[in-house]
């Protein structure tokens, strides 16, 4: 059903946020200025 999708995408985005250390942010940051 769509409200289980959206349950699943904000738990994804809460996830994605916690899993965004300064060290994350840093190679990413990196990958994007290489291009």
């Given at each position: 059903?769509?409200?289980?999708?959206?349950?699943?995408?904000?738990?994804a985005?809460?996830?994605?946020?916690?899993?965004?250390?300064?060290?994350?942010?840093?190679?990413l940051?990196?990958?994007?200025?290489?291009?």
């Amino acid at each position: 059903t769509e409200e289980w999708e959206l349950l699943l995408q904000k738990r994804a985005e809460m996830s994605g946020k916690l899993a965004l250390s300064p060290e994350t942010k840093g190679i990413l940051e990196g990958i994007k200025n290489k291009k």
